[in-house]
């Protein structure tokens, strides 16, 4: 469970990244942030990761939110094993090395997130997807019910798309709280309950099926977008799509 | 153009498995075997000859008390002279080390080592000070760690902006940090006494571990170990500092409180390093990268091997100093000389592994 209330945070004064922000993510529910570059969503998702402070407002979070950020390289190369391990620092004293314990709930989230077999692999070698799943299980073995994702499907090709969308499909129906910031309406569609549309003329937050249509979405985005429904296997979807005809008159 | 470190991919091999106690026991027992072989043949070697036979019952006396029939004026070299020597070259090598080794965490870049952000510029300056101003030992090392953590502090400052531990930064801070202390350093010189604080100063800045006494090696022992201590705690929470600061944050702990007790315990370290052996560079450096080749980037093996391979690296390179020429090579000059190229040469042969990736 994630609540923002009135939240505000700006990086100088006067100068608001977002401001009289208010909407929750309840058990079990996925919220996507969707905006265009530049638009705020990877700062929002800070601020309710509780990464960045807030300058206004207030942020309620059930537990400690897991955060899963865009993948990039390490440094040093650890072991995938080892970087999901990392994921339960906080339970584990200052002094203190990982036990048999925290290894085995890694690779029991890495099983849950179907990486098993990269257990063995330095990270830095991983392809993109790969280290954004490394990323999701350590998220996952920290043991958070809440996970606050930040572009998590931005840079992958599409069966990673798909593999990454499934999964927290999966996570969702375990009753976990999703905040995911995408830059594809079409994610938003197939996953999100509720929306948050950063757009130039201010946030508009509500629920997924009204929010993520025609006109909205090209407002937010500056182009023109429609919607259109097709049949996933006999259910009934949308997806979208920027008609090209327009652009070229 | 210098471009922020690319991912360095040497791994542990045992794959699923991960460190168990035997990928940590094993490098840290070959390590403490070299540590334990060097250090007899340091003990036996030098202008006055024992053998090691005779080293061994030497050391052997001391522990199980026996009528010892051997010269004194071996029992004396070998206790009094060699073996203090010995354990200040391998607190002071092992030191820099395991300090080198944290930083690079620290500052998530892998060309860190306490000479290039400073701090031993810093430690220096404070050292020279207690010696212009005529004060005891006490003071050296706490002159030489105040302006130790003075010198990371003020790097540290320099690099904490968004753009986060930016090689360019933290290579440009360090410069800036280090020449600022060597023109007080300078300074310190110009006002000493030239018959009497002087000399001692100029000596003491060369590095060296020539002039080793047990009373030394107290007071070099106290603060590494307490650094020491610290870091070899902190070992696993190195491993998640080194990942930066938001995901430090994001995995639950608090990255700045840990950063600032990493850091206090390398200038606590680095600064009782020079104050009894002056600066000694390249062992920060070279070490860390070799044991890293080795063992890979896990800290929990990572720091001790470390720790070993430096005091063996330096009771070796010291027992040259003080055997290959009828005079005596200051340290600091030889460690610098064979290092830099010992470096190089790794750095060419593994040089597809550790910076492309592969």
Redesign the interface.
Do not use: C, E, I, K
């Given at each position: 469970m994630l609540e923002l209330r009135g939240a505000g945070f700006g990086y100088s004064p006067q100068n608001w990244v977002f401001k009289d922000l208010s909407f929750s993510v309840p058990p079990g529910t996925v919220t996507a942030v969707l905006g265009p570059n530049g638009s705020g969503k990877t700062t929002l998702a800070r601020c309710a990761a509780g990464l960045l402070a807030l300058q206004e407002g207030a942020v309620r979070r059930s537990e400690t939110a897991g955060y899963v950020p865009q993948a990039r390289g390490t440094t040093f190369g650890y072991p995938a094993l080892d970087m999901v391990i990392m994921g339960r620092a906080r339970h584990i004293g200052v002094f203190r090395s990982p036990g048999a314990r925290d290894r085995a709930a890694a690779l029991q989230a890495m099983d849950r997130v179907g990486i098993a077999a990269l257990a063995g692999r330095l990270f830095p070698t991983l392809s993109g997807g790969e280290q954004q799943l490394v990323l999701i299980a350590r998220a996952v073995a920290g043991g958070s019910r809440l996970l606050v994702l930040d572009e998590p499907s931005t840079g992958l090709d599409l069966k990673n798309q798909v593999r990454v969308l499934q999964l927290l499909r999966e996570l969702v129906r375990t009753g976990m709280s999703l905040l995911v910031s995408t830059h594809h309406p079409d994610h938003a569609l197939f996953l999100a309950d509720s929306v948050v549309l950063m757009g130039a003329e201010g946030v508009v937050t509500g629920p997924a099926g009204p929010l993520l249509a025609d006109a909205q979405l090209s407002a937010l985005y500056g182009v023109r977008v429609s919607t259109l429904n097709y049949d996933d296997a006999g259910t009934p979807r949308r997806t979208v799509v920027t008609p090209f005809g327009a652009a070229e008159g | 153009m210098l471009r922020e470190?690319?991912?360095?991919?040497?791994?542990?091999p045992?794959?699923?498995r991960?460190p168990g106690l035997r990928q940590v026991l094993g490098p840290c027992l070959l390590s403490l075997a070299v540590l334990a072989a060097v250090s007899a043949l340091a003990l036996a070697s030098g202008r006055y000859n024992v053998s090691l036979a005779h080293v061994a019952q030497i050391l052997a006396s001391r522990i199980v008390p026996f009528g010892s029939n051997l010269p004194a004026a071996e029992e004396n070299v070998v206790l009094l002279v060699r073996l203090p020597r010995i354990l200040l070259a391998l607190l002071v090598g092992g030191g820099l080390a395991i300090g080198g080794a944290a930083l690079q965490?620290v500052f998530?870049?892998?060309l860190v080592s306490p000479e290039v952000i400073g701090v031993s510029s810093g430690a220096s300056f404070g050292g020279a000070l207690a010696l212009l101003l005529g004060l005891g030992p006490i003071a050296l090392v706490g002159g030489s760690f105040g302006f130790g953590l003075l010198a990371l502090a003020i790097v540290f400052l320099i690099t904490s902006g968004r753009g986060g531990a930016h090689i360019l930064m933290v290579v440009l801070g360090g410069i800036v940090t280090a020449s600022f202390f060597s023109a007080l350093v300078a300074l310190v010189t110009y006002l000493a006494d030239p018959f009497t604080t002087l000399p001692a100063i100029v000596f003491w800045l060369l590095g060296s571990v020539s002039t080793a006494t047990w009373a030394k090696v107290v007071v070099a022992f106290i603060p590494i170990a307490a650094g020491g201590v610290v870091l070899l705690?902190?070992?696993?929470?190195i491993?998640?500092l080194?990942?930066g600061d938001?995901?430090?944050?994001?995995?639950?702990?608090r990255p700045r409180l840990l950063r600032w007790t990493v850091l206090s315990a390398v200038a606590l370290m680095v600064a009782g390093a020079v104050a009894v052996s002056g600066v000694i560079s390249w062992v920060g450096l070279v070490i860390p990268h070799l044991a890293r080749m080795w063992v890979?980037?896990?800290h929990?093996v990572l720091l001790p091997v470390s720790f070993l391979l430096g005091g063996a690296y330096l009771i070796a390179i010291d027992t040259i100093a003080r055997t290959a020429t009828a005079g005596e090579i200051p340290l600091g000059v030889l460690t610098a000389l064979i290092g830099a190229p010992v470096f190089f040469v790794l750095l060419r042969r593994n040089r597809e592994r550790i910076w492309d990736?592969a």
């Open positions: - | 470190a690319q991912p360095l991919t040497t791994g542990y045992g794959g699923r991960g965490a998530r870049n892998p705690a902190l070992r696993w929470r491993n998640v080194s990942l938001d995901d430090t944050t994001a995995l639950g702990l890979g980037p896990d929990r990736g």
